[in-house]
C-alpha cells in the first residue's frame, strides 16, 4: 500500500494525465474505434490527420494514433502477408515536431521499409528533432534516406547541410550574343 503521500502524488499526476477527457468531444471521438487501421495496407487509403497549430493539448491523441497505425501495420504485415503489405503505405508526418513523441519511432522507421510501409518526416528544423527525441534523433535521422530543405535559418541545420553537401567546384561556359 502506497503512504498518504506517494498514493496523492499518483491521484494527482494520473489526473492531470487525464484532464484532457474530461471534454466531452474528446470522449466521444475515442468511445469506439471508428478508423479502421486494418484497411491500410490492404486496400487504397488516404488518411488527412490535422491538429491545431496554435494549440498542442490534444496532440497525444495524435501521437498514440500513429503508434497504433505502425504497429497495426506491422503486424498486419508479419502476420497476414508475409512480411510485406499489398499495397505500399507512405506516411507524411508533416509538423512531425508538433505531434508528440511516437514510442520507439527510431526503431520503427529503421524496420518498416522492408514491409513497404514508409515515413517522411516533415519539420522546420533538425533542432526540433533533437529536443523530441534526444540521443534517439540521429538514429532517426540516419534512417531517413532523403533530405528536402526547403530553405531556413537554424544554425546547426545550416552547418549540418554544409558539411553533408561539402565542396564542389562547377564550371559554367556562358556566352551571349550581341
Same mark, same amino acid.
Given at each position: 500500500?502506497?503512504?498518504? $503521500? =506517494? &498514493?496523492?502524488?499518483?491521484? #494527482? /499526476?494520473?489526473?492531470?494525465?487525464?484532464?484532457? !477527457?474530461? %471534454?466531452?468531444?474528446?470522449?466521444?471521438?475515442?468511445?469506439?474505434?471508428?478508423?479502421?487501421?486494418?484497411?491500410?495496407?490492404?486496400? $487504397? =487509403? &488516404?488518411?488527412?490527420?490535422? #491538429? /491545431?497549430?496554435?494549440?498542442?493539448?490534444?496532440? !497525444?491523441? %495524435?501521437?498514440?494514433?500513429?503508434?497504433?497505425?505502425?504497429?497495426?501495420?506491422?503486424?498486419?504485415?508479419?502476420?497476414?502477408?508475409?512480411?510485406?503489405?499489398?499495397?505500399?503505405?507512405?506516411?507524411?508526418?508533416?509538423?512531425?515536431?508538433?505531434?508528440?513523441?511516437?514510442?520507439?519511432?527510431?526503431?520503427?522507421?529503421?524496420?518498416?521499409?522492408?514491409?513497404?510501409?514508409?515515413?517522411?518526416?516533415?519539420?522546420?528544423?533538425?533542432?526540433?528533432?533533437?529536443?523530441?527525441?534526444?540521443?534517439?534523433?540521429?538514429?532517426?535521422?540516419?534512417?531517413?534516406?532523403?533530405?528536402?530543405?526547403?530553405?531556413?535559418?537554424?544554425?546547426?541545420?545550416?552547418?549540418?547541410?554544409?558539411?553533408?553537401?561539402?565542396?564542389?567546384?562547377?564550371?559554367?561556359?556562358?556566352?551571349?550574343?550581341?
Amino acid at each position: 500500500m502506497a503512504s498518504g $503521500k =506517494t &498514493a496523492k502524488s499518483i491521484l #494527482i /499526476s494520473c489526473g492531470a494525465r487525464l484532464a484532457p !477527457f474530461d %471534454v466531452a468531444e474528446l470522449r466521444d471521438l475515442t468511445k469506439a474505434d471508428e478508423l479502421d487501421l486494418e484497411s491500410i495496407g490492404t486496400e $487504397k =487509403t &488516404a488518411l488527412f490527420v490535422i #491538429i /491545431s497549430d496554435t494549440d498542442d493539448t490534444f496532440n !497525444f491523441i %495524435v501521437s498514440i494514433m500513429y503508434s497504433q497505425l505502425f504497429n497495426v501495420l506491422c503486424e498486419t504485415a508479419d502476420d497476414v502477408y508475409n512480411g510485406k503489405l499489398p499495397v505500399p503505405v507512405r506516411v507524411l508526418c508533416d509538423e512531425f515536431a508538433n505531434i508528440g513523441q511516437i514510442p520507439k519511432f527510431e526503431k520503427l522507421i529503421a524496420t518498416i521499409r522492408s514491409r513497404q510501409i514508409s515515413a517522411s518526416i516533415i519539420l522546420q528544423s533538425k533542432s526540433q528533432l533533437k529536443a523530441l527525441y534526444k540521443d534517439n534523433a540521429q538514429t532517426i535521422e540516419g534512417n531517413c534516406d532523403t533530405m528536402l530543405f526547403l530553405g531556413g535559418n537554424e544554425e546547426s541545420t545550416l552547418k549540418d547541410l554544409n558539411t553533408l553537401l561539402g565542396k564542389e567546384t562547377i564550371d559554367l561556359c556562358n556566352t551571349s550574343d550581341t
